[in-house]
């Protein structure tokens, strides 16, 4: 090779790979993509590694731009660490199995995201922990539950699909008086509306592919921790939590460090971007949810509205203790009669609201429970405690009203009268 060709290699490989220096710092925090990062001399490894000099070593431990995403949602979440994941089912598994061994038994909510349902009733059986499932808004049911072994109460701010608030006060004085944790699902709530930290809880998860980023573009989950045993949270209280040995947050860390479900840096960078309009977007969705479920209570079409905004719902008082700035924008209803023919009349007549199985995006969507986040639950089981095939899901966006209603009224009008 000649000499020329030699050093457009080495300049090739070299030129350009180290960050400008500069007194000014960017408006916004980059991209931080690399997977690795360069140390000075030998030492400085064992510097980083053990805290006494700031840095990184490799980026599916810890990452620049993910610490950033974990103290974002921390601070939202008013807890006192917190730990990003590539999804939200990621951040749920990771944390559950960090803080159970063979042997455990989880307490869990009936009504949960499906995949939850899945996680606890064919995952963990495998691993020798064993979940018992509960009305967990049945506070007796939940009690009666408990055995010696219970290690964590699991339960949703508001469940998915049917939008029961947890009584999490209640949850919290069973879980930790049975010397076991209340691990949270918040991300139907998200922190905007609820921080079930300040209540006591001692994890809260939200997938962050819902609310927290919010574009539908990004899917990943964080959890986070209250103060193990005393300490301030981000909010400046002592959100308490039972006493152990080794923190929940720790030990949820070193098992996401070692099993590597890590989000990617972009995605970290997307999500803090999106939270940036978490509060204004969240409360628009409620606004317009609100309304949504008022017009579909009063339609002659419309059987069971499940919505903790309305007085007359059985979780309104929980709503009203547990969330504030709205009810959120979820809720779910059926066609009088609640069969799949008239479900399926109705989402294939929307125009402008999309067929989407997920939520929390600006835009209005639906999805059908049944057929999708519910799909692995079989039919009878799920009816027994009301998500049958007739169930619709609503994402309520954060259009003008007018127009959401407008595309509801004409798909309901367009549904056959049986
Ligand atoms: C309440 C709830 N929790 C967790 C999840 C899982 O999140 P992800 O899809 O980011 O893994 C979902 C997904 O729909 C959900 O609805």
């Given at each position: ?82 730990v990003a994941f590539a999804s939200g089912m990621g951040a749920i598994t990771c944390s ?53 072994n219970t290690k964590i109460v699991y339960c949703e701010t508001i469940s998915n699909p ?257």
């Amino acid at each position: 090779m000649d000499k020329e060709r030699r050093l457009a290699a080495t300049r090739a490989v070299r030129a350009g790979g180290k960050p400008p220096q500069s007194v000014t710092v960017p408006k916004v925090p980059p991209i931080y993509t690399s997977s690795v990062f360069t140390f000075d001399y030998l030492e400085q490894i064992d510097e980083v590694y053990e805290g006494r000099s700031p840095g990184y070593v490799y980026s599916r431990q810890r990452n620049p731009g993910i610490d950033l995403l974990e103290e974002a949602v921390c601070s939202l979440e008013c807890g006192s660490e917190a730990v990003a994941f590539a999804s939200g089912m990621g951040a749920i598994t990771c944390s559950v199995l960090a803080l159970v061994r063979s042997g455990d038994h989880v307490v869990a909510g009936r009504v949960l995201y499906g995949g939850t349902l899945t996680f606890f009733k064919d995952d963990l059986p495998k691993r020798g922990v064993e979940t018992t499932f509960v009305d967990t808004n049945n506070l007796d049911e939940v009690r009666s539950a408990i055995r010696p072994n219970t290690k964590i109460v699991y339960c949703e701010t508001i469940s998915n699909p049917l939008m029961e608030v947890a009584d999490l006060t209640a949850l919290v004085e069973i879980a930790h008086s049975a010397g076991a944790l209340l691990v949270v699902d918040n991300t139907f709530a998200s922190p905007v509306l609820c921080r079930p930290l300040e209540y006591g809880a001692d994890v809260s998860i939200n997938s962050t592919t819902k609310y927290l980023n919010g574009h539908s573009d990004v899917t990943g989950g964080v959890a986070v921790f209250a103060p193990y045993v005393s300490g301030e949270s981000a909010c400046g209280e002592d959100a308490g939590g039972p006493a152990g040995t080794e923190p929940p947050a720790a030990k949820v860390r070193a098992l996401a460090a070692l099993y590597g479900p890590t989000p990617s840096p972009f995605d970290a960078w997307l999500t803090v971007r999106g939270l940036r309009t978490v509060d204004l977007r969240v409360r628009k969705c409620s606004e317009n949810a609100l309304e949504l479920a008022r017009f579909l209570c009063g339609h002659p079409k419309v059987g069971v509205v499940h919505y903790p905004g309305f007085e007359s719902s059985p979780y309104h008082d929980l709503g009203k203790k547990y969330l504030s700035g709205g009810y959120g924008g979820m809720l779910s209803f059926e066609i009088k009669g609640g069969s799949l023919e008239s479900a399926r009349a109705f989402i294939d007549s929307l125009s402008m609201v999309e067929l989407v199985p997920s939520l929390a995006g600006v835009s209005t969507t639906v999805s059908h429970p049944g057929k999708t986040s519910h799909r692995a639950i079989p039919l009878e089981e799920r009816k027994t405690y009301g998500v049958g095939d007739g169930l619709v899901r609503v994402s309520v966006g954060i259009e003008d009203y007018a127009d959401i209603e407008k595309d509801f009224r004409q798909a309901l009008d367009a549904v056959p009268v049986r």
